[in-house]
Structure formats: C-alpha cells, structure tokens
C-alpha cells in the first residue's frame, strides 16, 4: 500500500507515469508497506498464468528474497526508479522516506534492490551509476543500510499513516531496532540468490 498522499501522474516519455506526492512528506514516513492485497506469485504460479500476461508481470512486479514475484495492487507499482531515490527499502518489508518529499515530487525507488532480472541502463541523472544491475544490493547494501539507520530517529516524530499495515512481527522487531536493542536486518538479506549475475 502506497502513502495517501500520492496520486498517479504523467511524468514524461521516457519513463511514463510515476507516482508523485500531492502533500508535503517527511523523511522517515513510512511511504509503502506490503500488505495483504499485494498478490505473490512463485515460479510454479507464473507458469500457470497466461503467457500474453508475462510482459505485465515482468514489467510491474519485484522479486523478494524468496524468489517470488510481488504485484503491488494499487499506483504502487508505478513507483520509478532513480539512483538518487527518494524512498529506500527496508528488510521489513515496507519502506520510508530519506528525504523530505514534497508536493509535486515522485517517490522514487533504486531498483538495484529489486532483483531485477536483467540490466538496464536508466534515465541519466549525472550519477555514476548509469546501469541497474542483478546484483546491485551485494555491492550497495551497506550504503542502502546506512540510509535507514540515519533515518531512525525521524520516524517516532512524523505522523505514520501506513504503520498499522506493517505486519506485527516485522513491527516489533523493526521497533527493537529503532530503540538499539536489535541491530537493523540488513536489505542485502532480501537478495534473491538465483539470480543469473550479468554485470558489464
């Protein structure tokens, strides 16, 4: 489930639509949850599914660490990539802010944790990274960590409207991290091993 305060817009030709912020968001707002609308699909699932069908899977779901494929059910999913993200995803299954968001701006996500199956190269940002590659999350992932740690302390001051979609065992434990008593699981845990590593 997305934040509501966000709506689907046109953003341009290249990367078609995204989801942008209609109202002011601050870093440490929890920005997406996996909820229980979200449908997951396993290899065995896909295969059953109409094979005109695959293009939209591969298009708009993630793979989790599980290997399985995760279609968001709501603008989610529309959600783009960026190196320079707006959002970054956690080991608990949602995700927050690292910056202020504000009105008119995407949320965006880096999709080198997503298990992408292939690389591509994205939108030019002036980064050093041009390409998203399958194994992204091995090389960044303690830079992604570093992110949500910096962002702890924010996240008990903004108001959470998706808090109670988080699951209570991901909740509890996530909350022990933010106290110090519980070292945060790293997202590199959500790296799905199967993956046939291309990097250039």
Not at 173 to 181: A, D, L, P, R
């Amino acid at each position: 489930m997305i934040h509501p305060d966000t709506e689907l817009r046109f953003i341009n030709n290249i990367v078609g639509y995204g989801v942008v912020a209609k109202k002011f968001i601050p870093k440490g707002t929890i920005t997406w949850v996996q909820d229980d609308l979200d449908s997951v699909y396993t290899t065995d699932d896909i295969q059953r599914i109409n094979p005109l069908m695959h293009n939209f899977i591969e298009t708009y779901c993630f793979v989790n660490g599980r290997g399985e494929k995760v279609l968001c059910w709501d603008i989610a999913k529309y959600v783009n990539h960026s190196f320079n993200p707006s959002c970054m995803s956690t080991a608990y299954d949602f995700e927050i802010a690292i910056r202020d968001i504000y009105p008119g701006e995407q949320l965006t996500d880096d999709y080198g944790y997503l298990n992408v199956s292939e690389p591509f190269e994205a939108e030019d940002e002036g980064t050093v990274r041009k390409v998203v590659y399958p194994d992204d999350i091995l090389k960044y992932h303690e830079q992604w960590d570093k992110q949500i740690l910096d962002n702890l302390p924010h996240i008990g001051l903004v108001d959470q409207p998706l808090q109670k979609f988080v699951s209570q065992p991901n909740w509890e434990e996530f909350s022990k991290v933010i106290t110090g008593q519980s070292l945060l699981r790293s997202i590199k845990t959500c790296y799905y091993t199967q993956n046939i590593l291309n990097r250039g």
